[in-house]
């Protein structure tokens, strides 16, 4: 394990970490980085648990597991912020994100063969510079999935189903080729300023009851239950 205890602090700059237990941050510990932090425990599951994660931040997050073997999963016990890149390695890694909170400054690559557990999660993709999200998995699940910051966000050419809202503000969010996208909750212009666009694919709304917030789409199908009402914001 990895403990920094209350009070304590570690920059780590433009180190290299790689861990093959638990990361604990204590109290009013915190943590910086520049580089890579690698959780690559091969015997057991690993946790991270950060006290202060609104001052506290990875550089770049790898997760890397067993090939071949059993899936193994690391899992956020409370918010994280990653400044680079979230990397999903192509080996079984699973990464538990359950009602926490997910900044991503940097590039999100989700290989084949991984999971992600999304169950009453915010992924929050706020970069000032250009970021793409690459979801090799077959149509990985979000809950909510936010973006902000300047800079523009793009899709791989991949389906992806979002649980909850999707909520872009102030920003350019690009679509992947043809592919759906599929909404059970709310689409989101928070502020009005957001973009979205839509290339050559599908917005299939397939929630309840769902709020559509200002947006160009190519095409645009509303499914649901008998009775579900989509409301135009």
Do not use: C, E, H
Not at 114 to 127: A, K, M, P, W
Not at 169 to 176: A, F, Q
């Amino acid at each position: 394990d990895l403990t920094i205890i209350s009070g304590a602090n570690l920059d780590a700059s433009n180190r290299n970490i790689a861990i093959g237990g638990n990361w604990i941050q204590q109290g009013t510990g915190r943590f910086m980085q520049t580089a890579t932090t690698t959780f690559n425990g091969t015997t057991a599951n690993q946790t991270i648990s950060i006290a202060t994660p609104s001052t506290s931040y990875f550089g770049n997050l790898t997760i890397s597991k067993n090939t071949g073997g059993a899936p193994q999963t690391l899992t956020a016990l409370t918010d994280i912020a990653v400044n680079g890149n979230f990397t999903f390695t192509n080996n079984q890694a699973t990464f538990d994100a359950t009602n926490v909170t997910v900044k991503v400054a940097g590039n999100w690559n989700f290989s084949a063969n991984t999971t992600f557990i999304s169950s009453g999660s915010t992924v929050l993709f706020n970069g000032n510079g250009a970021q793409s999200i690459t979801n090799s998995a077959t149509s990985p699940t979000f809950n909510n999935i936010q973006f902000s910051g300047t800079g523009t966000k793009t899709f791989s050419n991949n389906a992806i189903l979002v649980n909850g809202n999707m909520d872009i503000t102030g920003t350019n969010v690009g679509w992947g080729g043809a592919s759906v996208l599929t909404l059970m909750g709310n689409w989101l212009n928070t502020g009005g300023t957001g973009t979205f666009i839509p290339s050559t694919g599908t917005v299939l709304l397939n929630g309840a009851a769902q709020n559509i917030g200002a947006a160009p789409f190519y095409n645009l199908t509303t499914s649901g239950t008998v009775g579900s009402v989509k409301t135009l914001t």
